[in-house]
């Protein structure tokens, strides 16, 4: 299998990139003429832990999503979430020279908004896409004035309006992108990866409705039964698709269901802990900091 590099931090993202230090440590507009990945670097496979959103123009490689080439011979602009995987095969440089941007935002940065819940609707996030969204030169320029306006943000001082300002801007360039992808695949069949998409949809519902606290979390031999495959093709499947493998998936699940919960509710961490299926709440919070690096109260004081 492919050694797959992960990129925990947009920080950490900056310096494999050769670029300074981002001015926000959740959320980052990059010039991707100013991108550079070494040699050694190229040909292997990446997984972020934040959401990429990148318009490029003469990307010199090919870029391979999950199992899959992802087409870029008209397209220009592309998405990818966090936890896919996905690798840049290198090809013969050009004398075109590459321009564009590419806008990184950490889900922590959404946290306590709408668009932490409603950002899992856009279908292009998902392996289902292959193609980058081509656009019209019209399409470019109601892009290029949402980034702009992002980027002036950023250049700014943060203060209280900042966060809300940035979050309202990256909802019009995914409800813009919503559009253009709709008008793009009217007459395009969209591959389907349907053991993914079935296994998003069981755990989704397994974690709303109240499984957890009556059963505990889902063992994989469950999750396999489910989707009528074996624990070992399933196991390798996913980890050619996302670099996780189902244990991994099922504890994601559960830390993003957490982190709904301390930004949304008034709850006690024990409460919290029993409502996601942990008899001891010590057990929930080593979980919760292993994965973040905070303690569930910790987090829940980073909204305060």
Known sequence: ????????????????????????????????????????????????????????????????YGQQDYDFDEGVMFFISPGQVF?????????????GWILLVHPDFLWNTMLSKNIKRYEYFNYTVHEALFLSDKEQNIIAGITQNIDQELQENI?????????SQIESLLNYADRFYHRQFITRKITNHRVLDRLEELLTEYFNNYELTRKGLPTVQFISDSLHVSPSYLRSLLKIL??????????????????????????SISEIAYELGFERPQSFSKLFKSRTDLSPLEFRHSFN
């Open 159 to 167: 203060d209280n309006f900042s966060q809300q300002i940035i979050i």
């Open 1 to 64: 299998m492919a050694n797959i590099q992960h990129i925990k931090t947009i920080r950490e993202f900056h310096r494999s990139r050769a670029l300074p230090p981002p001015k926000h440590p959740l959320i980052s507009l990059v010039d991707y003429a100013d991108v550079h990945l070494s040699p050694d670097k190229m040909d292997i496979s990446w997984v972020f832990d934040f959401y990429s959103i990148s318009l490029k123009r003469n990307l010199n490689g090919k870029i391979k």
């Open 242 to 267: 996302t670099g996780r493998n189902t244990k991994q998936h099922i504890h994601e699940k559960l830390i993003a269901k957490a982190k709904e919960k301390l930004s949304t509710t008034n709850l």
């Open 87 to 99: 690798s840049i095969q290198a090809e013969q440089q050009t004398s075109s020279q590459k321009s």
